[in-house]
């Protein structure tokens, strides 16, 4: 179980891994082995998780998820195949973790009375500014 939250967990078998070939560090490594790894999990069919929360990280995540309700992680940083799945799953309970964070409902808040009147104040001074600038006034 991979544990995304306190209370919240996910099985490990409700995890992809497809491995490819990196263009990363790794010299012949990169020609030769399939290191970078792709972790994909699907919210929609997911076992572990409820309703409202599944909604709640396809709500949030819904550049990151598709069509098919797979969220994907791609991984090519480390060198060895295995790295990089610890690294695509870190990655994705960090962004799981990141969607199910309950946001404070944000205070409307009231403009203060005394903001307004220095705003007034500052557009009268500009006016009385402006209105001596002129060209037209009667020549003396």
Do not use: C, W, Y
């Not at 949030?60 to 969220?71: E, N, Q």
């Not at 964070?101 to 500009?126: D, F, H, I, M, Y």
């Amino acid at each position: 179980m991979i544990e995304i939250k306190p209370g919240i967990e996910i099985d490990e078998d409700e995890l992809v891994f497809k491995a490819s070939r990196s263009s990363g560090p790794g010299g012949q490594n990169v020609n030769k082995l399939s290191t970078r790894v792709t972790a994909l999990f699907d919210i929609v069919n997911s076992r572990s998780l409820s309703g409202e929360q599944k909604e709640l990280i396809i709500k949030r995540l819904a550049k990151r998820v598709g069509k098919d309700g797979l969220v994907k992680v791609v991984s090519q940083r480390h060198r060895s195949q295995k790295a990089n799945r610890q690294a695509a799953t870190e990655r994705l309970v960090e962004l799981l973790a990141a969607a199910m964070e309950v946001r404070p409902k944000r205070k409307k808040t009231k403009k203060p009375r005394a903001a307004n009147q220095r705003r007034l104040e500052e557009k009268k001074r500009r006016s009385i500014l402006k209105q001596h600038r002129r060209k037209d006034l009667p020549a003396e």
